[in-house]
């Protein structure tokens, strides 16, 4: 038998890569979540994540933990719920960020409707600036979005690098102003994005703006320009640009996410989604095998 306390401890270092960030989820010591790791890979006899002093990675038998580890807990869940008699009800306001038009979220919510038919879950979907002022104004219950660099409210789903892409075929002339991909204000990458040219000094222009991300992502296709996007949710078709083409660096992005101040029956159901989110986050940024760059084959 699994532990489900360690489980939950090995699904947030495989999904923030990080111990210590891990830690901070949980609210526990650093050394909590080290020997939780230890004696789950004891219990399991097999190492589940390769570290060093600069990186944490799953190894291949800790791959596979992840199916096991999210269908544990949420056997778990589903069995607590019906002896306890529990159901949620309600409606719950939930937002999500543009990042993940394309990701496996779909699934994470449809699980989420299955298991509690009674939640009348509403989703918007808007640029992270949009749906953090929303959450601040009470029009929503539960954010998942970017987190803007330096603050600290929010819990960590993972964290992330945030770098340029563009068409495979895309060549940047270093004498001309950078043509830009960008979402409108508010959004947080669009930010970041300006604020690191700027700092560089590197002229550029706006090639396209749109809330849009598949409007975003098909101008890069199209070759119209590069965009700042995170490297764990590139879409096909995209690669990083080549670090030869000179552009500055973007840093790294936090993913969260906050509850609102509402405190009655959407309350449990936040609680509840915030709990299938965290339990399959990994299922959201799991790197696409990308094709080399023509420059870097």
């Not at 589940?48 to 990675?57: G, I, M, P, Q």
């Not at 706006?206 to 879409?235: D, E, K, N, Q």
């Amino acid at each position: 038998m699994y532990d489900p306390v360690q489980l939950r401890t090995f699904l947030a270092v495989a999904q923030t890569l990080s111990f210590t960030q891990a830690a901070r989820r949980l609210g526990v010591r650093q050394s909590t979540v080290s020997q939780h790791v230890r004696r789950l890979e004891s219990e399991a006899g097999r190492q589940l994540f390769s570290r060093d002093t600069h990186r944490v990675d799953l190894t291949e038998d800790g791959e596979a933990m992840l199916g096991f580890a999210r269908t544990i807990l949420q056997a778990n869940e589903r069995a607590t719920a019906f002896f306890t008699g529990t159901r949620l009800r309600g409606r719950l306001r939930f937002g999500a960020s543009e990042d993940f038009v394309l990701t496996r979220l779909p699934e994470i919510l449809e699980s989420f409707r299955r298991e509690h038919p009674e939640v009348e879950l509403e989703l918007t979907v808007e640029l992270s600036g949009a749906l953090h002022r929303q959450l601040a104004a009470g029009r929503l219950d539960l954010v998942l979005a970017k987190r803007r660099a330096g603050d600290t409210h929010g819990e960590l789903v993972w964290q992330d690098t945030l770098t340029w892409i563009g068409a495979p075929q895309l060549r940047i002339d270093p004498d001309r102003p950078l043509p830009l991909i960008a979402f409108p204000p508010p959004g947080i990458t669009r930010a970041r994005a300006l604020e690191v040219l700027e700092e560089h000094g590197r002229a550029f222009r706006f090639a396209c703006t749109s809330a849009s991300l598949s409007a975003l992502v098909a101008a890069a296709r199209a070759g119209l320009g590069v965009m700042a996007h995170t490297r764990g949710l590139i879409p096909p078709g995209l690669v990083p640009v080549p670090s030869r083409a000179g552009l500055p660096d973007l840093g790294d992005v936090d993913f969260v996410l906050l509850h609102g101040r509402r405190r009655d029956t959407a309350q449990d159901a936040a609680d509840a989604l915030a709990a299938a989110i965290l339990a399959g986050g990994d299922r959201l940024h799991r790197a696409p095998v990308l094709p080399p760059h023509p420059d870097q084959a």
